[in-house]
């Protein structure tokens, strides 16, 4: 039992979301984390990993224990002010993997086979009057993940069946069957197509920068499915505007709900709406996961998906 008006959510969540909320609890609403927490004692959160909430908030909630955020990803947390103050948190890994990985496959091919260029060649007519430039073939390439946890791990076993190699990098070597590149740097030079799938930290701010770029080089590609902070993004403009790199698929960025409008004028860029976790079914499993966590919480349990902090 979750006790009534114990818990504030944070921010927007759409419909069938919600309706999973409804039917589990009863928090009190607050749509803006930067306006003043309502009268309550409050001592839980649940919030979506797109909602941001600041210090400033948890600060006014001092019966405050636990935060739940509906999303793998908890960047949008005030980690160490949590940690100080000894408050839990949860977020809902694993239950995304297959929405995040499809729309990763999704991306790769809408990329490099031109599909978005050539609906739009299509549309236009010009079907009859030429001919499309030739794209590029998978198999036989080398594909780098950055990041091989939990949805890097899915997304490179999706891969195999395309006849590619698989390296990886990130912080330490993994027990999977893939060539481990420590360097970045290395992973890039290799890569044909190098995937972002890391979490977003302090030490993957802008981890994707100049010299990474210009290592992947003008015939590879670059898919961002973690979070915008982790490329440098006027350095990505400039490769894609100046042909450093082949082309990039872009489902996160700086500033979402407003990328950069720039991106918007590029031919070599298939750009998604932050939407690796959007599908029905999965908004729902991640709901359901949330709630588990603020139940077990309220429950004296275990919880079920910690964040480490
Ligand atoms: C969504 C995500 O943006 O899980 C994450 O970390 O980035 C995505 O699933 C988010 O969860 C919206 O609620």
Redesign the pocket.
């Known amino acids: 039992m979750i006790p009534v008006n114990s818990v504030l959510q944070v921010g927007f969540f759409p419909d069938l979301m919600q309706a999973e909320i409804q039917h589990r609890l009863s928090p009190v609403s607050l749509l803006d984390p930067n306006a003043a927490v309502p009268a309550g004692d409050f001592n839980a959160i649940l919030v979506?990993?797109?909602t941001t909430i600041p210090e400033s908030l948890v600060r006014q909630m001092p019966s405050l224990r636990l935060v739940a955020t509906?999303?793998?990803?908890y960047d949008n947390l005030p980690l160490s002010y949590l940690k100080e103050h000894g408050i839990r948190a949860t977020?809902?890994p694993g239950v995304?993997n297959d929405a995040?990985c499809e729309l990763a496959i999704g991306m790769l091919f809408g990329l490099i086979r031109q599909i978005p260029q050539s609906q739009a060649f299509l549309k236009s007519g010009a079907w009859s009057k030429g001919l499309l430039p030739l794209t590029t073939t998978l198999a036989g390439k080398k594909v780098g993940i950055l990041g091989m946890g939990r949805i890097g791990q899915d997304l490179a076993k999706r891969l195999e069946p395309f006849k590619v190699e698989i390296l990886y990098s990130g912080p330490s070597k993994k027990n999977v069957p893939y060539r481990y590149l420590p360097n970045l740097s290395e992973l890039a030079q290799e890569s044909d197509v190098l995937f972002l799938v890391c979490p977003a930290s302090p030490a993957t701010n802008k981890i994707i920068n100049t010299q990474i770029l210009e290592a992947l080089g003008p015939e590879s590609y670059l898919i961002n499915i973690a979070?915008g902070s982790v490329v440098d993004e006027a350095a990505l403009l400039y490769a894609l505007q100046h042909k450093r790199i082949a082309g990039a698929a872009l489902d996160?960025f700086d500033n979402e709900p407003n990328p950069n409008p720039e991106f918007f004028n590029l031919d070599n860029l298939l750009m998604t709406p932050?939407i690796?976790?959007?599908t029905a079914e999965t908004?729902v499993a991640?709901t359901k996961l949330a709630v588990d966590n603020l139940e077990a919480f309220f429950n004296q349990q275990p919880l079920l998906t910690e964040v480490p902090n």
């Open positions: 979506r990993s797109n509906c999303g793998v990803g977020n809902t995304l995040v979070r996160v932050h690796g976790s959007s908004r991640m």
